[in-house]
C-alpha cells in the first residue's frame, strides 16, 4: 500500500496534499500519534506547517487528537476534547503539563 491509498473517499474533493495528510492521519493506531514533522517526513513531501495547515482546515474529517506539535501538544483550545480521547484510548498524555508523552506514543507509520 502507498501513501496515495490512504485517501479518504469522501474527501476527493481537497487537494491531492490534503487528502495524503488526512490518509495517514486515519492510520494512526488508537493510543498513538504523529507530529505534524513526522507525517511530513512519511510522504516526502511538504512540511510541519504544511500539514498543521491541512489540519486545521481539515481535520475535523480525520482523528485530529493523534497529531501533535514535536513537544506532544495540541493548541490549548483543543487540548480539553483530546484529553477525553487520549484517556478513552490508553495514549499516554500528562495531564498537568498538557502533553503526549513522546517517547512512548509516536508512531513511526509502520
Same mark, same amino acid.
Do not use: C
Given at each position: 500500500?502507498t501513501?496515495?491509498?490512504?485517501?479518504?473517499?469522501?474527501d476527493?474533493g481537497l487537494p *491531492?496534499?490534503?487528502?495524503?495528510?488526512?490518509?495517514?492521519?486515519?492510520t494512526i *493506531?488508537?493510543?498513538?500519534?504523529?507530529t505534524?514533522?513526522?507525517?511530513?517526513?512519511? /510522504?516526502?513531501e511538504?512540511? %510541519?506547517?504544511?500539514v @498543521?495547515?491541512?489540519?486545521s $482546515?481539515?481535520?475535523?474529517?480525520? *482523528?485530529?487528537?493523534?497529531?501533535?506539535?514535536?513537544? @506532544?501538544? /495540541? %493548541?490549548?483550545?483543543?487540548? @480539553?476534547e483530546a484529553?477525553?480521547?487520549?484517556d478513552?484510548?490508553g495514549?499516554p498524555?500528562?495531564?498537568?503539563?498538557?502533553?503526549?508523552?513522546?517517547r512512548?506514543? $509516536?508512531w513511526?507509520g509502520?
Amino acid at each position: 500500500m502507498t501513501t496515495r491509498d490512504l485517501v479518504p473517499e469522501a474527501d476527493t474533493g481537497l487537494p *491531492p496534499f490534503a487528502r495524503r495528510v488526512l490518509g495517514v492521519v486515519g492510520t494512526i *493506531p488508537e493510543g498513538r500519534v504523529m507530529t505534524y514533522g513526522d507525517i511530513a517526513e512519511y /510522504l516526502e513531501e511538504g512540511g %510541519p506547517r504544511q500539514v @498543521g495547515a491541512v489540519m486545521s $482546515r481539515h481535520g475535523d474529517a480525520v *482523528p485530529w487528537w493523534r497529531v501533535v506539535n514535536a513537544g @506532544g501538544e /495540541l %493548541p490549548s483550545h483543543l487540548r @480539553g476534547e483530546a484529553s477525553l480521547h487520549y484517556d478513552q484510548e490508553g495514549t499516554p498524555y500528562d495531564k498537568s503539563r498538557e502533553r503526549v508523552n513522546l517517547r512512548l506514543a $509516536r508512531w513511526d507509520g509502520r
